[in-house]
């Protein structure tokens, strides 16, 4: 069974928490594109999935450790409330960001998608950090 769909199966059985998911779209993308892909993800596509109302956050961050062939590779980030919040976008939002995206970059780039459960978040401390 793919992952996402492993993910909402154990939703439906209710082995799934109700707590905050944690929804990674792994990219290598080719460098000949990697201005232009950056540039239209913070630009345009990141807004769109967010006016989406379905997230709360999120986040571009490069992949250290893993160029392949040339590439860079990111990981964009996003937190919502909810396994149903991820699975009510999924189905009625992602397929045309997602054809959007490939249209635009067809070839040069692949992906994967990771959803993560998020189990604890630690706040951050009121406490200054000493300089010494």
């Known amino acids: ?3 996402l769909r492993k993910v909402i199966y154990l939703y439906r059985e209710r082995k799934f928490r109700m ?3 944690l929804y990674n779209v792994t990219v290598s ?3 000949e594109v ?3 892909w950056l540039a239209w ?5 990141i807004p769109d999935v967010m006016r989406t109302g379905y997230f709360l956050q999120n986040r ?3 992949v250290q450790d893993l160029e392949e062939e040339g590439g860079k590779t990111y990981a964009i980030q996003f937190i919502c409330n909810s396994m149903a919040d991820l699975m009510t976008y999924q189905n009625e ?3 045309a960001l997602q054809a959007d995206h490939n249209q635009r970059f067809q070839g040069k780039f692949a992906a994967f998608r ?3 459960e998020i189990i604890h978040e630690h706040p951050q401390p009121n406490v200054p950090i000493s300089a010494n």
Do not use: D, G, Q, W
Request: proline share 15%.
């Open 1 to 3: 069974m793919p992952p």
């Open 19 to 21: 707590n905050k998911v």
């Open 29 to 31: 993308i080719n460098p």
């Open 34 to 36: 990697e201005k232009e």
């Open 41 to 45: 993800m913070k630009e345009t596509h």
């Open 60 to 62: 571009i961050c490069r």
């Open 93 to 95: 939002c992602a397929p």
């Open 114 to 116: 990771t959803v993560l």
